[in-house]
């Protein structure tokens, strides 16, 4: 499975758009090779640099897993968004307060639907994912200065 974006090469800056000085706007997103039997896809972006921890920016599960892009500022209409270390749901991004940040994209490939309300948690998230996933897939961007 891949994950890669139109927006930014893997390892390489997230433009400003995409974050809360732009439009704080996901950016494009765009899933191929998904293995048979996948039921629902499930997306997490997080800050392993922030120094409160592995920080949450966005999740999102029960994506169809016929979707080959997730296009800039959408949300799949199946699709559910979960709680961020923000405490706000959706999408919110880079936003370092100092130094350069790696942003992680890990998406899974599961092979059932989640039962798992909408403002879920991380942990509630990756507790419903257990011992359901077909293949990951992860794209890395950086932002900050």
């Known amino acids: 499975m891949k994950l890669t974006s139109p927006a930014f090469v893997p390892n390489a800056s997230i433009p400003k758009i995409y974050t809360p000085a732009g439009k704080n706007s996901n950016p494009p997103l765009s899933i191929d090779e998904v293995p048979d039997g996948t039921k629902s896809l499930a997306l997490i972006m997080?800050?392993?640099?922030?120094?409160?921890?592995?920080?949450?920016?966005?999740?999102?599960?029960?994506?169809?897993?016929?979707?080959?892009?997730?296009?800039?500022n959408f949300l799949p209409p199946e699709a559910s968004q979960g709680l961020t270390n923000f405490n706000t749901i959706g999408y919110h991004g880079p936003c370092p307060p100092k130094g350069i940040h790696r942003y992680v994209f890990d998406l899974y490939a599961l092979h059932t639907q989640l039962a798992l309300n909408a403002g879920a948690n991380r942990t509630q998230?990756?507790?419903?994912?257990?011992?359901?996933?077909?293949?990951?897939a992860q794209l890395v961007g950086v932002f900050g200065s």
């Open 125 to 136: 998230l990756m507790s419903a994912i257990d011992g359901h996933v077909l293949a990951t």
């Open 46 to 72: 997080h800050d392993p640099d922030a120094s409160a921890g592995d920080w949450v920016h966005w999740t999102l599960w029960n994506i169809d897993p016929h979707t080959t892009n997730i296009a800039e």
